[in-house]
């Protein structure tokens, strides 16, 4: 059994791109590793619903890839059942070029980024999209009420692979959000010194 992300990539213009570079012994533990990967497990879950975005991969009739980052509150992209995700599809810039590739291919890559804690997760699946007109559960189960932006759509993914990336190389970041919980301490330990001055003024 292969991890299924191997099946997917490893064409033979990957195995010879590997031979040439001396990885093919390495990678070849992919294509006989146990677990497929091809399930959301509880650990990728909390990764998925944790993110405040991640950058999708499409492409066109001509082959053209096509990448463009999605955002949204934390939580907006949600696991569905094990095999699912989908997000609720803003409005943007009205240029339509993921949607359109979806339409033409349903193919398409996912990679969610932890810029602090240099994790990155990768996904393959194949979109498909909900209008509120046609499946309106679906899109009452992606919608967040609290955030303030035109939902033109749903995107819901079938996943067929999920695979953890190498941390090499991935330059630590850090959100708004992130900054003040990391920072607060300061502030509580300035203001403290800030009473303890007043008070020996006194």
Known sequence: MARRFAEITFTDAVRNA????????FNEQFEVAKDPRDTITPHEQAFIEARDG??????????????????GP???LRVLDERTI?????????????????????????IL?????????????????????DNPDMMERLAVPEYRARVER???VT????????????TPRFTEAEVKVAIQPLHDRIADLEMQLQESRQ
Request: aromatic share 14%.
């Open 54 to 71: 991640f950058y999708q991969a499409t492409s066109n009739e001509d082959g053209w890839p096509y990448v463009q980052f999605r955002g």
């Open 18 to 25: 590997q031979r040439r570079y001396g990885s093919r012994e």
């Open 154 to 156: 749903g995107i819901i």
């Open 159 to 170: 996943v067929e692979a999920l695979e953890w990336n190498c941390p090499q190389h991935i």
């Open 86 to 110: 989908g997000y609720a599809d803003y409005r943007g810039n009205i240029q339509y070029i993921s949607v359109g590739n979806m339409i033409a291919n349903e193919r398409v890559a996912l």
């Open 74 to 76: 934390v939580g907006f």
């Open 113 to 133: 980024m932890d810029y602090a804690n240099q994790a990155r997760l990768k996904i393959w699946g194949r979109a498909g999209i909900a209008h509120a007109a």
